[in-house]
C-alpha cells in the first residue's frame, strides 16, 4: 500500500513539473520553426508590462522573432496562477475570451502573436501553430 501511495505521489509530481515546464517545449518549437529567442527584447517587453507589476501579478515576458513575425509569451509560475490572474486582470481577460478553448494558451503560458506583413493572418496561424505545437 505504501508503494502504490509513493507512485500517485511520484505520477502527480511529474504531471504538475511537465505542466508547468511549458516554456521549455514552447521555446524549442519557435526555435525549429526558424525563430530567436531575444533576451534584450524580452527585457523592453518586460518594460511595457508596468500594469502587471503594478497589479503584482507574477509574470515573466519571451519574446521570439522571425523577420518581421513576434511572439511574445507570458509565462506564469502555474496553472493556476495564470487562471486566477486571468480572473483578476481585464487586459489579460480580453486577450483570452475563453481559457479553455483558447489556441493562446498552453499550460502556464500565453500567446500574444504580432506580425507586419500584407499575409499577417497566415503569419499568426502560423505562430499559434507552433505555440500549440502543430508545427
Same mark, same amino acid.
Given at each position: =500500500?505504501?508503494?502504490?501511495? @509513493?507512485?500517485?505521489?511520484? +505520477?502527480?509530481?511529474?504531471?504538475?513539473?511537465?505542466?508547468?515546464?511549458?516554456?521549455?517545449?514552447?521555446?524549442?518549437? @519557435?526555435?525549429?520553426?526558424? /525563430?530567436? /529567442?531575444?533576451?534584450?527584447?524580452?527585457? /523592453?517587453?518586460?518594460?511595457?508590462?508596468?500594469?502587471?507589476?503594478?497589479? !503584482?501579478? %507574477? $509574470?515573466?515576458?519571451?519574446?521570439?522573432?522571425?523577420?518581421? %513575425?513576434?511572439?511574445? $509569451?507570458?509565462? *506564469?509560475?502555474? $496553472?493556476?496562477? =495564470?487562471?486566477?490572474? +486571468?480572473? !483578476?486582470?481585464?487586459?489579460?481577460?480580453?486577450?483570452? !475570451?475563453? +481559457?479553455? !478553448?483558447?489556441? *493562446?494558451?498552453?499550460?502556464?503560458?500565453?500567446?500574444?502573436?504580432?506580425?507586419?506583413? *500584407?499575409? /499577417?493572418?497566415?503569419?499568426?496561424?502560423?505562430?499559434?501553430?507552433? @505555440?500549440?505545437?502543430?508545427?
Amino acid at each position: =500500500m505504501k508503494n502504490f501511495r @509513493f507512485l500517485i505521489v511520484l +505520477l502527480a509530481s511529474l504531471l504538475l513539473l511537465v505542466g508547468c515546464n511549458s516554456l521549455t517545449i514552447i521555446r524549442g518549437d @519557435f526555435e525549429k520553426a526558424g /525563430y530567436e /529567442y531575444s533576451e534584450e527584447a524580452a527585457q /523592453y517587453v518586460e518594460e511595457l508590462m508596468a500594469e502587471f507589476e503594478d497589479k !503584482k501579478i %507574477n $509574470v515573466r515576458p519571451h519574446l521570439f522573432s522571425k523577420g518581421l %513575425n513576434y511572439a511574445i $509569451v507570458l509565462e *506564469f509560475n502555474s $496553472v493556476k496562477e =495564470m487562471e486566477e490572474e +486571468l480572473e !483578476k486582470s481585464e487586459t489579460l481577460k480580453g486577450l483570452v !475570451k475563453d +481559457l479553455q !478553448k483558447s489556441d *493562446f494558451v498552453r499550460g502556464n503560458c500565453i500567446l500574444i502573436p504580432f506580425a507586419i506583413a *500584407f499575409d /499577417y493572418e497566415e503569419r499568426i496561424q502560423e505562430m499559434i501553430d507552433i @505555440f500549440q505545437g502543430r508545427k
